[in-house]
């Protein structure tokens, strides 16, 4: 018989993240290990590194989000909440109403060229908003660079919805785990 003990919501590889500072830890890890597959010219290596970063993204972004809505409940004390703060942290870079044309542009980048398109003027990109454009992400139309003064860079192209209209977002890996870190802080 087999000795596994059957846990309500919780995959039976163990791949489930236990917490969420560990997750925030396997995301910066996955960066690491990502970026040096991609140098190497390992792109199934780099492929698979990505699935299981996004898979932690995915939870990261459930939960910050979901704390946030719980502590937006009490406006008295959000106002002044050390989480709504660190909900503020920049994070990247965000550009708004892109347009069809940018949108083309931006499908069109080559993988490992991601980019804002040319003439845009981005706008700093808080942790909220970053979760939020994780949350709402189209799944086809994302892209990332390796920059030698940045890091690694994810671009997430966002459509319309919600209030909101389509836009790409510029997020630096390492500033958002970092922001990520302070905010599970306060979790």
């Given at each position: 018989m087999n000795e596994r003990y059957p846990q309500f919501l919780v995959a039976p590889t163990g791949k489930s993240p236990r917490n969420l500072m560990d997750s925030i830890r396997r995301v910066a890890n996955a960066s690491a290990g990502f970026v040096q597959s991609w140098k190497a010219g390992e792109q199934q290596e780099a492929y698979e590194t990505s699935q299981e970063a996004f898979e932690q993204l995915d939870y990261i972004q459930n939960e910050l989000l979901r704390q946030r809505d719980v502590l937006k409940e009490d406006n008295t004390s959000w106002q002044t909440s050390p989480f709504k703060g660190v909900l503020a942290t920049p994070v990247g870079r965000l550009h708004n109403n892109a347009s069809a044309s940018e949108r083309t542009f931006f499908l069109s980048r080559p993988q490992g060229q991601g980019s804002m398109p040319t003439g845009t003027t981005p706008v700093i990109l808080s942790l909220e908003k970053a979760l939020n454009?994780?949350?709402?992400?189209?799944?086809?139309?994302?892209?990332?660079?390796?920059?030698a003064s940045l890091g690694h860079m994810l671009y997430v192209y966002t459509n319309a919805g919600m209030g909101q209209p389509d836009s790409i977002s510029e997020i630096h890996i390492s500033s958002f785990c970092f922001a990520c870190k302070n905010a599970a802080q306060h979790v």
């Open positions: 454009k994780l949350k709402h992400r189209d799944t086809v139309a994302l892209n990332f660079s390796i920059d």
